[in-house]
């Protein structure tokens, strides 16, 4: 098949960008399956921003502002804007959504009549995401898709981890001042050994056991996390799937979070962590993973035994499952 993504937004990248922390999961998802794509025999284009047009693996890379082609595609995906499918022609579109719109804010950011022209199926990430838009904005079908993550993570070699060590790396606005208020007030107090490393921010909480882990490579990433005892996300309202948490779990780190968002679906209670019901709760859990290494072990064995199941070329085909 002849298949075009389609992505708006204002950063140039390619598939070079997959170790950098430039881009956010929505980009990580589009290069993954567009690589997929390509290696079981589709004939993949993706217009984006790019600077200059490039050939990788024989994707083509183009820059969305100067494609002026005349070619029909079969199927087009674009992230997020539908506005792009102006931009070309195609049998099939599918939109993968990656935020909640109320019907306001989807008309407010021209995307309603779009909508309406190329009657687009939406692809969601997750039964939270698919409760918080409203039918009017999916009625001409909808699909639910959940993300893997980059090989790195799927194919490192585990570690025995630091036994003190927890770790934050989703973005700073994803609840982390909640989390840091959890520690500080609730978790550190208890036990001043532990030591929390988090996304980099301007504050210092450094007495506290609190610190700004360094932000760069996905191989620095999974340094980190793979040191990591516990994981700790508390999840955020916007937060539709969480790649951070899936990371965690390729990684067999047992987690911790109060469930907000789409975090009720990424972590299986007494299973691969626990959800918490209030701040208390989350606190108690998260000690309990350091100071009981019987609780700890049975997570960790649970998150093994699921190891390594769930890849892109998985996502990939039931992507066109669902077309």
Partial sequence: MNICFLDSNPISYDQTYLDKNIIRGAEKALINLALEFEKIGHRITILNNIKVNKVYKNIRWLNIEKYSQNENFDIAITNN????????????????????????????????????????????????????????????????ISWSVDNIFINSELKEPDPNKAIFTSYADRNLDLLTSIWINRIYHKNNKLKLFVTPNNKDNSKFNIYNRKFGTQKELLNDLIQSKVFLIPGHKAELFCIAAEEAKELCIPSVTLGIGALSERIIHNKTGFIAKNETEFSNYTLELFSNINTWNEIRKNLISNRNKYNWRIVAENFFKKL
């Fill in 81 to 144: 804007d539908i506005n792009s499918f102006n931009k070309i022609q195609s049998n099939k579109k599918i939109a993968i959504s990656h935020s909640i719109q109320t019907v306001e804010k989807f008309i407010r950011k021209k995307q309603f009549f779009a909508y309406l022209k190329h009657k687009p199926k939406i692809f969601l990430l997750g039964n939270y995401h698919k409760k918080n838009r409203a039918f009017l904005l999916r009625m001409f079908g909808s699909e639910i």
